[in-house]
């Protein structure tokens, strides 16, 4: 007898667009992830943006987050590591500050996550980092080369696919490259509050929706355009107040933007 329903089920193989998240999620297995969150008073990022699309620019939340948090990352080099091995750890500093950012995209019609790493944040201005997420998130990932390695994946059999995953991520030297030193990911486009990642990397930042609500300021009942803030980090590189010491820092430096040109925040 055919099990009630059995009739509609279908069962394929994973495509293999998605073979990358697979091969990523095993190997963040090794990770300690602790979660904290704070809530941003977005009023001056609002502002920001509205003056510069009077000029004809247009900033993205994520921008302003990758833009306060390289620098943050700078003044917190703990932070800004990573750790391999599990007998004899060693932890990696990174002299520079290189955000990854995750981007939902199709590739070969199927729906994925992609992701891309941004170098030398800790100098970039606001205009160039918005410039670079643009590069992503409107170029063909089924043809750009920085997405190549990715696409080389999905090509390879399991066992070699691992071994080539480990190859390009594991050693300390490739990480920040490969990894980036902090990662940000936002479902802030859809009505989620928050939400918590784990991005390979010390340091996770998770973007929820801006969306105006009360606040109480100076005694008096008040309406603010709010973002729910995540943080995840790394139990083995950091502890709680490192990582909390980060999150109020990016915390504070997106509630201090001010309407400035371009570039200063």
Partial sequence: MTPAGA??????????????????????????????????????????????????RRYSTTAYVLHTAARTLARHPE???????????????????????????????????????????????????????????????????????????????????????????????????AFGTFAVSSLGHRPVDGFYAVGGTTVTLGLG???DRPVVREGRLDIAPLMRLSLTFDHRVIDGAEAADVLAEVKEGLESVKCAPDGES
Avoid at 89 to 114: C, H, I, M, S, W
């Fill in 209 to 211: 929706a801006t969306a």
């Fill in 79 to 177: 932070a800004n590591a990573a750790i391999r091995g599990r007998a004899r750890p060693k932890v990696a500093r990174y002299g520079t500050v290189n955000g990854k950012l995750t981007f939902d995209r199709e590739l070969d019609g199927q729906r994925v996550v992609l992701s891309a790493v941004l170098g030398d944040l800790q100098d970039a201005r606001l205009p160039d980092i918005q410039e670079r997420i643009d590069h992503f998130r409107d170029g063909d990932p089924g043809t750009m080369a920085e997405f190549a390695p990715t696409r080389t994946l999905h090509r390879l059999p399991w066992p070699l696919r691992t071994l080539a995953f480990r190859a390009g991520t594991r050693p300390l030297r490739r990480r920040a490259a």
């Fill in 7 to 56: 009739a509609s089920v279908t069962v394929r193989p994973v495509a293999r667009e998605r073979r990358h998240t697979l091969s990523f999620l095993t190997e963040v297995r090794a990770f300690s992830p602790v979660f904290i969150d704070t809530e941003v008073d977005m009023s001056g990022v609002r502002a920001h943006q509205a003056a510069a699309r009077a000029r004809g």
